[in-house]
């Protein structure tokens, strides 16, 4: 084969987190005939930590995986998730920053994508005026947010009666789950798949002209034509390359974290974020039969705040009983890797990015580059080169980049008064343009931007920069400029739906009884 050119035959991943698992369930599905272990110190046990993901993880399990998704219930034990539930962001009133496109209701909010750009319809005028008033109203209530309120209730409902089978109503929401029974799950999931996992820890990286030559454990010695780095912020691999870690300027890098128990009627479907002093606090509930769990954490600035200081604010703050002792304490860097996959290494999950905690990211972002992997080797017949490399680099900085803009906005556009708050203003400079298509053109025509302007790396959906910016208290100039009255039927239709959302509550099962009749039928 010509120089620059490699046919890949084998390929070892370093690192059996959930990114490592994850990536090498994907290349198992999608390679013929390739020989593929992940190699990790399976010895070392997996932090009990709540995770919670996006939409996309679920997608991912069950479509690119062929994962039932009744089963990761079963075994893995879930909690919703519908929003990330600002109950307090520095003193604005509580928001939500729900999961999927659950507005406008005056069109079909669920339909295909691209649906609103290759029809012609009188809804999109009627879409125009629902976000003109929402806008006024500052009100974007749904089923979504309202589950997200209300403790012991899970989006989830018996189908037409029959207790055998139950449904999920709100087809965007994610999941909330513990990190050690979800590591353990995939572990079973690659064994029963014929995937080899190696008990050993890489003590050695040979490299040459940017390369891997092997790698050298405490056992064994591996060499391979591809090398994955899923081994987190330690970049096992990576980090004997050259290849820098390009920053982004965010105010936090520290966190502080507990988890105590709580009955099954507290748990929240939503990541609860308030703000601190400086930085915010966490909490992420998951479940099993018997109850549940709070995640809790604090994400702080270490300019601004100490360690101790930390501590007693997260212990004075929470109403929980926490034991000092138990506090598990993480230091973090945001940012992404200049080259992501680099010769005949790419790296996967934190060991190739990082932005911060507020969105619940990375785990679907690790789901995300791990497809996109997969996808190109196969439809690049396996053949690693240049072109292909560049194109996988380019779309997985997009990808954190894209992140990144996003979680700026929560930070730029803050109204906290504490030092930390003043700073985080000033983050990531320049003009977002996202702000400025909000000042230009408020909602409108939101979908038509985003098919024509964006590439399809975003993980969030457009409109909900817009939806977060107003929530913020961010007017766009284009609606305070509007001498327009909403067309009143149009509020009429959005205010007798919002009147509706009580009454739409009663169908859904609490987490006490979903999981004292769990059935086999669920999808």
Known sequence: MS???????????????????????????????????????????VPEVGKSTLSYVATFLRDCLGIDLGRVLGEVKLAWKTTVYFEDWTGLEPFHSPLGRSLPITSDADGAPGAEINNLTPNHEDEFHEFYYRYRQRDFSTLYELVAETPGTAPIAI?????????????????????RSFNEFLRRVYRERGGDL????????????????????????????????????????????????????????????????????EIVSATVVTSGDA??????DTADETGGARDLGYVYSSAHLSDEAAEREFLETRGEEIDPDELRRYRFESGVL????????????????FVEPLQSTALTTSCKLAARLARMLGKHGRINHEGMRQLFNESARDTWEEVYDFISIYYKYNSGSTPFWEDARSINPGELPHYRSYQASGFSAWQDRYRFTRNATDLNE?????HIFRNLGVESAFYERLDLDPDPEVADRVDEYTAGLPDEMDRFLTYEEFYGNLHPGFD
């Open 3 to 45: 120089r620059g050119l490699q046919e890949i035959d084998s390929i070892t991943v370093v690192g059996g987190g959930d990114a490592g698992l994850l990536t090498a369930l994907a290349l198992d599905r999608e390679l013929d005939e390739t020989d593929l272990v992940v190699v990790d110190d399976f010895d070392e046990s």
């Open 462 to 466: 457009y409109y909900l920069y817009y």
């Open 338 to 353: 200049e080259r992501p996959w680099l010769e005949n290494c790419v790296a996967i999950g934190n060991a190739v990015g």
């Open 279 to 284: 930085g915010w606090f966490w909490q992420i």
């Open 159 to 179: 189908h037409q009666g029959d207790v055998s089978t139950i449904e999920q109503p709100l087809p965007s929401a994610s999941y909330h789950f513990n990190s």
């Open 198 to 265: 190696i008990n050993d820890q890489i003590v050695g990286v040979e490299t040459s002209d940017d390369r891997i030559d092997r790698l050298v454990g405490e056992n064994d010695e591996y060499s391979a034509d591809l090398y994955v780095d899923a081994s987190g912020f330690q970049r096992v691999l990576m980090g004997e390359l050259d290849n820098p870690l390009v920053e982004f300027d965010l105010p936090v890098d520290s966190a502080v974290v507990a988890t105590p128990d709580i009955p099954h009627s």
